[in-house]
């Protein structure tokens, strides 16, 4: 963690398509927030697993199962060279999985334990590590919260470049840190998920809790009953709602009711906001209209989209956010909103050289109800891709028809 500059979550664009196409809710308003982290140091004694390298295994087993008893033994029963027994040896009694008595090598319970269940065991003794726990309920957060150390920030400097137009984060109050969460988390089954060993013992807190903070997006959004729903986004999930920091703010009445305000604020300007960016972008002409959902689209002719046009193909049906409002780019003919289908994509995945072909499909699925497209034909869009000269997409779409399921599969 270092103090300074935030770091944006994810585009607030695709935390507003993943509400709306992939939960299948309507989006109401976005807010750009400093969610409080709870940051707790802790002590224990820990029990890791790793997988055996293939020689430590091979000369554990020799000592357990064949009774080698010498470092000698070991390396003419494993055609192996005295030198590197040796150092084999030193690491596994350094580990404290050998240990020699008068000349003869044995294994202690853990180097047991180890060859029982396949996998080398380490005890560190005083282990110290980080914890992160929700400010709202003190519920731990999962360990895609600790990745490379740009999630959660220290406290907030006034700045926030990269955050979308008009947005200042708002900084969510902490409420007090539970200390039995701690505990809870060391007798949780679970727990390898938050950032603790399954293998843990006299586990306590080392001094006073420090809030930090985790930019995020929250969703205001609206499901089919008329229930209002905060849906949390960071940078941990690359796009996808974060189910347990969503449920902290959906319980934390001063969180919903700091949103619900802000959103009534916003909704008095948001035409007029939308309109003045429209005309300084030059899209005057094109006034935002209301959809029978309540949202907010700007609708182009086709001569106005891709090639010669001032919006690129990729951005029709997409949001363009504005403070915590938003509209969506939008065009009536179908074959251009096809096309933008296949930009989409291809600036997604046409690059990658690797990727999941379910979750490519999901978002093929995804991409089709946001365009309004219905379900479309792999090979359809991999000959379109061809057409296009996106032969990097037209591979990622030959893979995934390739990995769907057939007729007999599915019966």
């Not at 096809?338 to 979750?359: I, K, M, N, S, Y």
């Amino acid at each position: 963690m270092s103090a300074g500059t935030l770091q944006a979550p994810c585009p607030p664009y695709l935390a507003l398509e993943n509400a709306a196409y992939t939960l299948g809710m309507r989006p109401t308003g976005i807010h750009a927030v400093l969610l409080p982290v709870w940051c707790v140091q802790v002590r224990a004694t820990v029990t890791e697993a790793q997988p055996y390298d293939l020689i430590d295994r091979f000369v554990e087993r020799g000592i357990a199962e064949a009774g080698l008893a010498t470092a000698g033994e070991l390396a003419s029963f494993l055609a192996l060279d005295p030198a590197l027994v040796a150092q084999v040896l030193a690491f596994l009694t350094a580990i404290g999985h050998v240990t020699e008595d008068a000349g003869r090598l044995g294994l202690t319970a853990l180097g047991h334990r180890s060859v029982q269940d396949g996998k080398r065991y380490t005890v560190t003794h005083g282990d110290r590590r980080s914890l992160y726990f929700d400010g709202f309920r003190s519920g731990p957060l999962t360990t895609a919260h600790y990745r490379n150390d740009t999630v959660v920030r220290v406290p907030y400097d006034g700045t926030a470049p990269g955050w979308h137009r008009g947005s200042r984060p708002h900084r969510l109050m902490a409420h007090p840190f539970r200390d039995e969460a701690v505990r809870e988390l060391a007798d949780a089954p679970g727990r390898e998920g938050f950032n603790l060993p399954a293998g843990i013992d006299g586990l306590e807190r080392v001094g006073a809790p420090e809030c930090l903070h985790l930019p995020a997006y929250v969703v205001r959004a609206a499901e089919d009953d008329g229930r209002t729903r905060h849906l949390v986004y960071t940078r941990a999930l690359d796009g996808e709602h974060d189910v347990l920091l969503s449920a902290a703010c959906e319980q934390t009445p001063e969180c919903v009711h700091a949103l619900r305000n802000e959103e009534l604020a916003a909704a008095r300007s948001v035409e007029q906001r939308i309109t003045g960016w429209l005309s300084g972008q030059g899209l005057g002409r094109y006034p935002p209209v209301r959809d029978s959902q309540g949202a907010w689209r700007v609708t182009l002719p086709r001569d106005r989209v891709g090639a010669g046009g001032p919006v690129g193909l990729h951005r029709i049906g997409g949001f363009v956010v504005l403070g915590g409002s938003f509209f969506q780019f939008w065009c009536e003919d179908r074959d251009t909103r096809a096309w933008a289908l296949v930009e989409r994509l291809d600036r997604q995945f046409g690059a990658r050289l690797r990727h999941d072909p379910v979750g490519f499909r999901a978002r093929v699925d995804s991409l089709c109800r946001q365009l309004e497209l219905g379900q479309v034909d792999l090979e359809t869009l991999r000959r379109a891709a061809v057409a296009k000269g996106k032969h990097g997409l037209a591979e990622r779409l030959r893979a995934a028809r390739l990995a769907e399921p057939t007729t007999d599969d599915r019966k």
